[in-house]
């Protein structure tokens, strides 16, 4: 078992006190965050870099977001113990890790095959169930839809129809959409009646999403 000291402890409080001061205030989603061992998805010569407040490569192209960037995401969708989320690129699987144990159902989705199996494998490693999926994440999972909560961890070129469609009604969905370089945090609430609500919440840098949808078509 990876180990998870009183430092690593000490680094986690740290981070939280940092999110406090760029104005994160949702205290489940800080506690979650203080749960979570983020050094636990890094190699051990990158321990440093687990608790600053920045993104960092996980290969294959894709990076685990900046703890900032999943505090907003995840503030934004308040979640609520029970709900059924989907979230669109599992990635390293930290953010899905948070919607844990803010006791959610999550439905999870990786474009990356290789992404995909490491952080299934992982994830269950550390007692973590989720239900994953490897597939185009931009076309959501109808199979299991509608849900309360849709989460997208990479940058769209427009919104996903497919998306709002599988939200239910008095749902919400958190998406950052723009160009391949800056995206809008978007969140979408869907009220009783259907009629969509947009918002607007600053601007942040997310790896491109991929699929029919994305920003490139499936082979």
């Not at 849709?150 to 919104?159: C, F, K, M, R, Y």
């Not at 958190?174 to 978007?186: K, R, S, W």
Request: aromatic share 10%; hydrophobic share 35%.
């Amino acid at each position: 078992m990876i180990e998870d000291s009183y430092r690593h402890k000490g680094m986690r409080r740290n981070l939280i006190k940092t999110l406090l001061e760029k104005g994160i205030r949702d205290k489940a989603v800080l506690e979650a965050i203080q749960k979570v061992p983020r050094h636990y998805f890094f190699d051990k010569a990158f321990l440093e870099h687990a608790y600053q407040d920045k993104a960092f490569p996980i290969g294959e192209g894709q990076t685990i977001s900046q703890p900032y960037t999943v505090a907003v995401q995840t503030e934004l969708l308040d979640i609520r113990p029970g709900h059924k989320v989907l979230e669109i690129g599992t990635g390293s699987g930290y953010q899905c890790c948070i919607l844990l144990e803010l006791k959610a159902d999550v439905y999870t989705i990786e474009y990356n095959k290789k992404l995909y199996r490491q952080a299934k494998s992982f994830l269950n490693s550390l007692g973590y169930r989720a239900h994953f999926r490897q597939g185009d994440g931009s076309q959501g999972w109808p199979t299991f839809a509608p849900y309360d909560r849709i989460i997208v961890t990479a940058g769209a070129p427009s919104l996903p129809d497919a998306l709002i469609h599988q939200l239910k009604p008095e749902g919400k969905l958190v998406i950052p959409v723009g160009n391949e370089e800056h995206q809008e945090m978007i969140r979408i609430t869907k009220d009783a009646a259907g009629k969509i609500n947009s918002e607007s919440h600053d601007y942040f840098r997310f790896v491109p999403l991929l699929g029919k949808y994305g920003w490139k078509k499936n082979k």
